[in-house]
C-alpha cells in the first residue's frame, strides 16, 4: 500500500513504475500469505487491531528516502524471514514461498540501487531498528521456531544475512525488548492511520457508490 | 545525455526476451538506469506483463554496430 501511493510521486518515471509493481507483488505475497495462515489454523484478523504491521508503514511516507530505506532494509528484512520460511520444514510453505522469493529479489536490487544514489540519512537507521524489533529478541518465537526446523534461521542468522545484504550494520541503540508486542511485533503503540484503514477495508470507494 | 533529470549519471540498456525457448530473442524495449541492478529491476517491472520465459538487458554502449538502415553494407 506504501508501495503504491509512489506511484505517481517517485523521481522518474521507471521509479514510478517499479513502485506500482513492488506493490502489485506485495498484494500476491500477501495473499498468499494469509491464505497460508489460514491454511495452518490461523483464523482471520477481524478488525483493524488485526493488522499486525512495522511502524514505519503506519504513516504514508512523506519523502523518497523513506521509501528507499523501507525498501532497502524492511522490506529486505521480509525477504529473509520468508527465506527462512521456505526453507523450513512446514510443506505448505516450502512448496508455496519460492516465487515470492524471485520476486524479492528484484525489489532488493531497486532498494540497494536507490541506497546508493539516495541520500537516505535518518529513515535508514530507524528501518533497521524496526527490522531488528520486528525480527525479535533472541531466545523467543523465532529462536524456537528455528530449533523445531520451521524456520531455517535464527534471530542472529537473520541480523547478520540483513546486515551482509544491505551493506550497513543495525544502529547501536538498544530496543526496549520489556515493551515489545510479540504478535504486532513492535515495541511502539499504534496503528495505521484512518485513511490507509478505510482504503484498505474498501470503505474509501463507497463514497464512489450510488446513493440507493 | 537527455536522461539526467534524476541521476547524474545514466547508461541505456536494451530489453530482450522470448516467450519459449524455440523462439528467438527478441527486443522489447529499453530502460534508463544508473547501474545494472536499477536497469535489471526496472525491466523487469515494466516489462514483464508477459510470461516470458528468458528476460535479458544489455547496455547499449556494449553493443557493437556494424551497419544502420540507410547505411552501405558495403
Known amino acids: ?212 | 545525455m537527455a536522461y539526467s533529470r534524476v541521476h547524474a549519471h545514466v547508461r541505456e540498456y536494451d530489453v530482450f526476451a522470448r516467450k519459449a525457448r524455440v523462439e528467438p530473442l527478441r527486443q522489447v524495449g529499453s530502460v534508463v538506469a544508473p547501474d545494472d541492478d536499477l536497469a535489471m529491476a526496472y525491466a523487469r517491472a515494466t516489462y514483464d506483463e508477459e510470461r516470458w520465459v528468458e528476460m535479458m538487458i544489455v547496455p547499449r554502449d556494449a553493443v557493437i554496430r556494424l551497419w544502420a538502415p540507410g547505411d552501405s553494407e558495403t
Not at chain 1, 514510478?16 to 489454523?41: F, K, N, P, W
Not at chain 1, 531498528?129 to 520486528?134: F, P
Not at chain 1, 551493506?167 to 511485533?185: L, N
Open chain 1, 1 to 212: 500500500m506504501r508501495y503504491a501511493e509512489w506511484c505517481i510521486a517517485a523521481p522518474s518515471l521507471e521509479a514510478d513504475i517499479a513502485a506500482a509493481a513492488m506493490g502489485l507483488d506485495d498484494i500476491g505475497h500477501s495473499r498468499v500469505l494469509y491464505g497460508s495462515l489460514r491454511e495452518l489454523g490461523t483464523p482471520d484478523g477481524t478488525d483493524e487491531s488485526g493488522y499486525a504491521n512495522v511502524p514505519y508503514l503506519d504513516k504514508p511516507w512523506t519523502d523518497w528516502a523513506q521509501f528507499v530505506a523501507a525498501n532497502a532494509v524492511l522490506d529486505s528484512a521480509f525477504t529473509l524471514m520468508i527465506e527462512a520460511l521456505a526453507n523450513g520444514n512446514v510443506e505448505v510453505l516450502r512448496s508455496r514461498l519460492k516465487k515470492m522469493l524471485q520476486e524479492e529479489r528484484y525489489h532488493f536490487l531497486h532498494g540497494r540501487s536507490w541506497m546508493r544514489e539516495a541520500k537516505a540519512g535518518d529513515a535508514i537507521p530507524r528501518a533497521w531498528r524496526e527490522s531488528v524489533a520486528w525480527i525479535g529478541p533472541e531466545g523467543d518465537d523465532v529462536d524456537e521456531l528455528r530449533r523445531a526446523g520451521q524456520l531455517a534461521y535464527g534471530v542472529r542468522d537473520l541480523r547478520r544475512l540483513l546486515a551482509e545484504r544491505v551493506g550497513t550494520t543495525a544502529p547501536p541503540d538498544e530496543i526496549d525488548w520489556t515493551k515489545w508486542d510479540r504478535v504486532r511485533r513492535r515495541t511502539e503503540p499504534g496503528g495505521i492511520d484512518r485513511e490507509t484503514l478505510d482504503m484498505l477495508q474498501g470503505l474509501a470507494e463507497k463514497r464512489y457508490m450510488p446513493s440507493a
